[in-house]
């Protein structure tokens, strides 16, 4: 079926191959691509599926990437593969629009449950654990605010504790609590869930 069509981006060719075997033995269509511009060009023709893209293409960046498809008015949506997700570039990918993020090496569980996601085309402003979101977002301290807010504007930690006067560890535990209170689980799930609730990285004065 075209809607459980996915886009597997990456120029390792036997980790691609894998995970194109992984997905079809689940059902799903697959088409593989060895770099960005492939990709670009077969959703340009038709734009169907989702694409599950590795962040650091040879040929193109990932980020750029989903800002092409954004300029040219392609909608697929994204899930990047990444060896290790840096903060500001979690941001910068979820503030486009990408789905989510995994990690290499990832389960079967992850990379599915991701790719579901993709696929549902996932709007969090219908879903109704925004609103429990929000409600939890309102209880969060001054100070959890203050870290929240650096780490969706994209801040390292360093960064973020400079500008509160706090030690880089302080700003771990706050992180770890933030989670803890929000009741999310992993970089790219704050990120998205506090874009939409409407936390925009900016300080509150």
């Not at 429990?132 to 203050?146: D, G, M, Q, V, Y």
């Not at 706050?174 to 790219?188: D, M, N, Q, W, Y």
Request: glycine share 6%; with cysteine.
């Amino acid at each position: 079926m075209p809607e459980h069509l996915v886009h597997v981006v990456d120029d390792d060719t036997p980790f691609r191959q894998s995970v194109a075997l992984m997905l079809a033995e689940c059902g799903y269509a697959v088409m593989e691509h060895s770099d960005g511009w492939s990709f670009v060009r077969a959703v340009q023709a038709r734009a169907v599926g989702c694409g599950l893209v590795d962040v650091s293409l040879p040929d193109l960046d990932g980020i750029e990437l989903q800002q092409m498809l954004k300029d040219r008015g392609i909608t697929v949506p994204l899930v990047f593969m990444t060896d290790r997700a840096a903060v500001p570039t979690v941001v910068r990918a979820m503030k486009a629009g990408a789905i989510d993020f995994i990690e290499k090496p990832f389960e079967r569980r992850t990379l599915l449950s991701a790719i579901d996601a993709a696929l549902a085309r996932y709007d969090a402003t219908e879903d109704p654990e925004l609103a429990e979101f929000r409600t939890r977002l309102a209880r969060l301290s001054h100070r959890e605010r203050e870290v929240l807010d650096g780490i969706v504007a994209g801040l390292p930690t360093r960064v973020i504790a400079y500008r509160l006067g706090i030690s880089p560890r302080t700003v771990d535990a706050h992180r770890a609590k933030i989670g803890a209170r929000l009741h999310v689980s992993g970089l790219p799930n704050l990120i998205r869930l506090s874009l939409a609730a409407g936390v925009t990285g900016e300080p509150k004065h």
